[in-house]
C-alpha cells in the first residue's frame, strides 16, 4: 500500500529556493516573487491518479497525473517552459523527473510525521 497525499498541506519553510530558481534560468523578477510566495498544496488522489493544486496569491498551478505514465507538463506558469513529465513511486516517496530544454530538473515527495516534504532537483551548470 502506496501512502496516502491526500489533504491540504500548508508551507512551513523553504529552503534553497531562490538558488533552484536560478539554476532553472528563471527571471529575477519572477524569482523575487516566487521567494515571497508561501504556496500550499491541495492534493487529491485515488489511487496512482494525482491531482496537486499548488495555490498562492501570485498563481495556482494545477498537476494532473497518474503515476508510472509519462504526459506533457505545461510550466508556463512556472518557468515557461515545456517538458515530458514522469513521475513514479519509491517506496511511498513519489519521484518526478521531467525531460525538455533543462535536463536533471524534478523533485521528490514524501511525508514525515504528517508534513509533506518536497525537495527539488536541478543538476544544471550555470555560468
Known amino acids: 500500500m502506496t501512502a496516502d497525499y491526500n489533504g491540504y498541506w500548508k508551507m512551513i519553510s523553504d529552503e534553497n529556493f531562490e538558488e533552484y530558481l536560478k539554476a532553472l534560468d528563471v527571471n529575477v523578477a519572477i524569482r523575487k516573487i516566487a ?3 508561501k504556496p500550499d498544496k ?44 514522469t513521475i513514479t513511486w519509491d517506496g511511498d516517496k513519489l519521484v518526478c523527473v521531467q525531460k525538455g530544454e533543462i535536463e536533471g530538473r524534478g523533485w521528490t515527495h514524501w511525508i514525515e510525521e504528517d508534513e509533506l516534504h518536497l525537495l527539488r532537483a536541478c543538476s544544471c551548470i550555470i555560468n
Open 35 to 37: 521567494t515571497l510566495l
Open 42 to 85: 491541495d492534493i487529491t488522489q485515488d489511487g496512482d491518479h494525482f491531482i496537486i493544486k499548488t495555490l498562492s496569491t501570485f498563481r495556482n498551478y494545477n498537476m494532473d497525473f497518474v503515476v508510472g505514465q509519462e504526459f506533457e507538463e505545461d510550466l508556463s506558469g512556472v518557468d515557461d517552459r515545456k517538458c515530458m513529465t
